[in-house]
């Protein structure tokens, strides 16, 4: 007569092991979760703790867009000729907002003269104006982007253009 060894089944091995397999012990050791979710749980509270902060900057850039975006709102530029007899006020996109031209500014200049100080006035504020545009979206963009790069140079094609043809041409 063949003697086989014994066969353990799922029944006789919860009896042998207090009626709980190494499987729930290993659970309630771990918290009632087992390795894999356990691992499962860490890779989780990374992947929150990655969300959080990237949320957290989001909100943070949210919020710096809202102040540049008011500031943009309420930007104007003044700037005066040098015999200080032309004023000329510029809104955030350079348009003309007010001009003001001192009542001797006719004695001292004649007519085609005034119009090319006009002309030059306006283009200093519009300068200026641009120079603190370009501040306040400097804090929000990056430096090579395309939109930044538009507000620099006035060019449609930068604003446009994809940014690896863009970093291609400053290297």
């Known amino acids: 007569m063949i003697i086989s060894p014994p066969r353990f089944t799922y029944r006789s091995h919860l009896n042998t092991l207090g009626g709980c397999s190494r499987y729930c012990h290993r659970r309630r050791f771990l918290g009632g979760a087992t390795m894999a979710q356990s691992a499962d749980r860490n890779d989780n509270r990374e992947l929150r703790a990655r969300f959080d902060d990237i949320y957290g900057q989001y909100q943070r850039l949210r919020s710096g867009m809202d102040d540049v975006q008011r500031s943009l709102g309420e930007l104007k530029v003044t700037v005066q000729s040098d015999d200080g007899l032309i004023r000329v006020t510029v809104g955030p996109r350079g348009q003309l907002l007010d ?28 300068a200026k104006v641009t120079a603190e545009v370009q501040r306040l979206m400097g804090s929000l963009l990056p430096a090579e982007s395309g939109a930044l790069r538009f507000l620099k140079d006035g060019n449609l094609g930068t604003l446009l253009s994809r940014q690896d043809v863009a970093w291609r041409d400053n290297a």
């Open 99 to 126: 001009l003001r031209l001192d009542p001797g500014v006719y004695r001292e200049w004649q007519p085609d003269e005034l119009a090319d100080e006009i002309v030059a006035v306006t283009a200093a504020a519009v």
